[in-house]
């Protein structure tokens, strides 16, 4: 089982381990190398120049644990983007997809959006995957979409919406 709850600065130790992973800096855009800094500013702030951005530790229900970060933010008005990573000792697990349902069903009635989005880069299957277990649809390929480390990168794009939950 898994929980979501707000960030702690108890949290930054984890947090720093979980993002010296290659694969975290390879398919986000967390930093790397990334340092005690980097997650101190998460904590406090989240993302800069996201509208609306809230961001949640993913914890293990038993023990608080930290197994990833789940996160999401209006990108217009009535539709939401929802963004994460799982710490590569909890992944192949269930955890993001679970992470997923329990935001995007608290974000649709909390929130009222009538979409919300999720996007992977190209060949990142896992999260995909990750994606369609939690009942989004593959729209498709939106090419030279977004910034990502300083450059622009093609997108795939996935979405629900409320009745799809």
Same mark, same amino acid.
């Given at each position: 089982?898994?929980?979501l709850r707000e960030w702690r600065e108890s949290d930054i130790p984890a947090i720093v381990e979980a993002c010296q992973d290659p694969e975290v800096a390879r398919w986000t855009n967390v930093p790397s190398p990334y340092g005690e800094e980097h997650a101190r500013e998460f904590v406090a702030h989240g993302i800069p120049g996201r509208q609306d951005d809230l961001h949640?530790?993913?914890v293990d229900a038993d023990s608080d644990?930290?197994?990833g970060s789940i996160g999401i933010w209006t990108v217009q008005e009535g539709v939401g983007e929802i963004g994460y990573w799982v &710490?590569?000792? %909890?992944? $192949?697990r269930g955890v993001a997809v679970r992470s997923v349902r329990l935001l995007v069903a608290w974000a649709f009635e909390a929130r009222g959006y009538a979409r919300i989005q999720l996007h992977t880069l190209p060949g990142h299957e896992p999260? &995909?995957?990750? %994606?369609? $277990?939690?009942?989004?649809?593959?729209e498709g390929l939106l090419r030279s979409f977004a910034?990502?480390?300083?450059?622009r990168t093609d997108i795939v794009m996935f979405s629900l919406l409320p009745g799809e939950l």
């Open positions: 089982m898994v929980t949640f530790a993913v644990a930290l197994l &710490a590569a000792s %909890a992944r $192949r999260s &995909a995957r990750v %994606a369609e $277990r939690a009942g989004f649809k593959r910034m990502m480390k300083g450059g």
